[in-house]
Each structure stands twice: as C-alpha cells, then as structure tokens.
C-alpha cells in the first residue's frame, strides 16, 4: 500500500504545473498535501490516480508503476475525492455511495450482501445512514462532502486521496472526517488548507510551491515560521498544543 513519486512532472498548456516531484507515503499512513492556491496539490493527486499522465517520472503503487496498471485494476484500489462534487442529479443518497462499488462488479460478480454492507458501513461512517433515501440533488454543500466520501469508503481503497475533503464541513464534521480518514488501514494522501487540521491529523506534510515540494516530513520537522512566511506570505506564531501535542499555527494579524 506504498505510494511512491519519483521525479513526477506535469505540464498544462505549456506550463510546468508539477515540477519533479519526489515522495514517499509509507503503507498505512496519512500525508497531508499543503501549500497556496494553484500549487499543483490537485493536479499531483490527479496524477497518483492516473486521471493524468505524468510527462516524466513514475508514480508506484506497492512497487509497481500505475502507467503498467489495467484502468480497472487502478480503479479498484485507488479512491479519489475530488473538490467538486459530481451531479449525480437522479440518485439518491445510497445510490451515489453504491457507485463506490462499481470497480468490484462485473459479469462474474453481481452485487452481493458485501457490497450492500460497504455502502451502509461507509453512510454510517460519514453520519448520513438516516438520509439514504434522500435525492442526492436536495443535500446541502456538507451533506454533499460527506456523501462523496462515502462513496470512496464504499469502494474500500488501499489508496485513499482526498483533495479538500473538509471545505463544506461545520467543525464537527471536520475533526470527525479526518479522525476517520486517519483511522483507515489504507495509504491516504490528503490536501488541505487550514495547517492546524494537517499538522493534528497526518502523520507527514508535505509543502508544494509552484509544484515543487519545499519541505516534507513530520509536521513538527515541517510548520515553522519561515516556512509559513516563505510559502504563504503570512507571519504567524508555531507552538506545540498543550492537548494533543502537535504542532499549531497562530497567524499574526491585527484584527
Ligand atoms: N488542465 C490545465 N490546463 C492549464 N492549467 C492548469 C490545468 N490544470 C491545472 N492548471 C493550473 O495548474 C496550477 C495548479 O493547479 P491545482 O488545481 O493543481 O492547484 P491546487 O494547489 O490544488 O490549488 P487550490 O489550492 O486552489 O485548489 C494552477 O495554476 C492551475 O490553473
């Protein structure tokens, strides 16, 4: 359950959007991805699922090259959420998270009690069983996040990749999602914004300017104060919690 970038490049309309990215997310581990608006997190999670292809370098699952990989196969294995929600406008709520077991089914392999039991493990996870009969199109912006990660619960990824997973959360639902998402048996790469929820929920950060990594590590070998300033242009104050014992950011603005 190993994800490895090597060297990983990416181009868009002529720009470098990724730019030689090496990394390593250890099996069973929760990376999280950080860095300013247009810094190449989604595009590089994009590239780990093969949604692109890297123009150089190699990204491994467990070893073996996803560009080797059956579409399927890669399916199979990796989840990805992405920031914007699909319409899935005439489903409701457990047809949308059952679309999670569409890479297990085939002609062989019909729907079984299993896949029935994915999907409603995966609601109750995420808080949304009592909805399961509701249309997917009358959910609110949250409800809609929580849906989409049930349905990447449902396929039971080794690999799990979540870009902003928390952006529609209220506070609740954002500890409760990354507490889970960390949890997992499975490899998790995540993007996040806000530095005290990557620095309480993953084991490693790692830093993207301009689609290059800039520092990588444990979040306390990672969140300090040049780096802050460096990367987001912000002034801001890193102390350890006297709670949890992680790394938190307090940002020095006159308000
Ligand atoms: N297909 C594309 N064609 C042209 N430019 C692209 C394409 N895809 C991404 N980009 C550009 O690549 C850069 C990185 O985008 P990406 O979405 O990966 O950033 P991000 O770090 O996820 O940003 P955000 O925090 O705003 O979500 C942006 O400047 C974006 O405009």
Not at 124 to 131: L, N, T
Not at 154 to 180: F, K
Request: with cysteine; charged share 20%.
């Amino acid at each position: 359950m190993t994800i490895r970038l090597d060297a990983v490049r990416w181009s868009a309309s002529g720009r470098v959007i990724v730019d030689g990215v090496t990394l390593d997310v250890a099996p069973g581990s929760t990376l999280g991805l950080v860095g300013p608006n247009g810094s190449g997190k989604s595009s590089l999670l994009r590239l780990v699922c093969r949604l692109r292809r890297v123009a150089s370098g190699v990204v491994t699952l467990d070893g073996t090259d996803v560009a080797a990989l059956p579409r399927l196969a890669v399916a199979r294995r990796v989840a990805l959420v992405e920031q914007q929600a699909g319409t899935e406008a005439q489903l409701n709520v457990r047809q949308v998270v059952a679309l999670g077991r569409t890479p297990h089914l085939g002609a062989l392999a019909p729907w079984t009690t299993a896949d029935a039991e994915a999907v409603e493990t995966a609601l109750d996870q995420v808080g949304m069983a009592e909805r399961r009969d509701q249309p997917w199109h009358t959910l609110s912006g949250g409800e809609r996040q929580r849906v989409q990660i049930a349905r990447a619960l449902a396929q039971e990824p080794r690999e799990l990749l979540l870009d902003e997973p928390t952006n529609h959360l209220d506070i609740r639902h954002q500890l409760e999602i990354l507490g889970l998402v960390r949890r997992l048996p499975a490899t998790v790469m995540v993007a996040l914004h806000d530095l005290n929820l990557a620095a309480m929920f993953c084991d490693t950060l790692a830093v993207l300017q301009a689609g290059r990594i800039v520092a990588a590590g444990p979040p306390e070998a990672v969140l300090d104060e040049e780096l802050i300033r460096s990367v987001f242009g912000v002034r801001a104050r890193v102390g350890r919690s006297p709670h949890h014992g992680r790394p938190q950011v307090e940002y020095l603005v006159d308000v």
